[in-house]
C-alpha cells in the first residue's frame, strides 16, 4: 500500500537557518503529494501541494519539488522565522476517494 | 471564511461510556473523514465518507462507527471509551472536483478516557 516518510524530528533551528525536511513515499501510479503544517492548538493546513513530476510547490517561502525518480518530496525554506515553529507534515494522495496518507510529522521549533 | 467545525474541542469521559464526536463542513463537499492523531504515529484515517449515508473503513477503524445522514455532517462514535481511544481527534473534508483533493481540517477534538 501507500506510505510516506519523513525525517524523525524534532528539529531545531535558529532563526534564518536552512530548513530542509525530508519525504519519500511508496505508491503507485502517480500520487499528488502535499506538505501540511499544524500551528500549536490548531488543525492541519495545506502549506503546498504538486500533482505531477517535476512539479514545484511553494507558499510561504518553503517549496518543495516533486521527484518522481527519487520518490522524493522535501520541503525547503531559505531562511526560517520563529513563526515557523510547528509540525510538518508530508502526505500523498493515490487513490480515486482522494484519501490522504500522511507521514508521521516532524517538529520544528525555531529560535530566536 | 469556509471551515471545518468541530463541537468539541476538549472531552473527558469514562471507560465504557459512548462518545459522540461531531463535525460539520460548510463547503458543500462530498467527501468527509476522521483521522487519529498520536504523537510518534502521525495521522491515522479511521473512516472516511465519500457521500451520504456512505462510509469505508480507514486503516484503524476497530472500535469506532460513523455516521453521516446529511452531506455537512459527519459523526464519529465510540460505542464504549476505552483507554486505548485517549488522542486527538482530526476531521477534515474534500471536494471530488479532479485536482482538488485538497482537504480542509477543523481545529481537532482531544479525548481523555479515564
Known amino acids: 500500500g501507500d506510505s510516506v516518510t519523513q525525517m524523525e524530528g524534532p528539529v531545531t533551528l535558529s532563526e534564518e537557518a536552512f530548513l530542509t525536511i525530508n519525504c519519500t513515499y511508496t505508491?503507485?501510479?502517480?500520487?499528488?503529494l502535499f506538505w501540511y503544517v499544524q500551528y500549536p492548538g490548531e488543525g492541519l493546513q495545506l502549506l503546498l501541494k504538486?500533482?505531477?513530476?517535476?512539479d514545484k510547490g511553494s507558499n510561504k517561502g518553503f517549496e518543495a519539488t516533486y521527484r518522481k525518480e527519487t520518490t522524493s518530496f522535501h520541503l525547503e525554506k531559505g531562511s526560517v522565522q520563529v513563526s515557523d515553529s510547528a509540525v510538518y507534515f508530508c502526505?500523498?494522495?493515490?487513490?480515486?476517494?482522494?484519501?490522504?496518507?500522511f507521514g508521521k510529522g516532524t517538529l520544528l521549533t525555531v529560535n530566536p | 471564511d469556509v471551515k471545518v467545525t468541530q463541537s468539541s474541542r476538549y472531552l473527558v469521559k469514562r471507560t465504557g461510556e459512548k462518545v459522540f464526536l461531531e463535525c460539520v463542513q460548510d463547503?458543500?463537499?462530498?467527501?468527509m473523514f476522521w483521522y487519529r492523531q498520536d504523537p510518534g504515529l502521525g495521522l491515522r484515517l479511521i473512516y472516511f465518507?465519500?457521500?451520504?449515508?456512505?462510509?469505508e473503513k480507514g486503516d484503524i477503524p476497530e472500535g469506532y462507527s460513523v455516521s453521516r445522514e446529511k452531506k455537512e455532517r459527519f459523526s464519529l462514535i465510540l460505542e464504549s471509551a476505552s483507554t486505548n481511544q485517549t488522542s486527538m481527534y482530526l476531521c477534515?473534508?474534500?471536494?471530488?472536483?479532479?485536482?482538488?483533493?485538497?482537504?480542509?481540517f477543523g481545529a481537532g477534538s482531544r479525548l481523555t478516557v479515564l
Open positions: 465518507s465519500y457521500d451520504v449515508k456512505m462510509k
Open positions: 505508491a503507485t501510479g502517480y500520487p499528488s
Open positions: 463547503m458543500d463537499h462530498e467527501n
Open positions: 502526505a500523498l494522495s493515490g487513490g480515486s476517494n482522494y484519501k490522504l496518507t
Open positions: 477534515a473534508s474534500s471536494s471530488l472536483t479532479p485536482g482538488a483533493n485538497v482537504l480542509t
Open positions: 504538486a500533482t505531477k513530476a517535476d
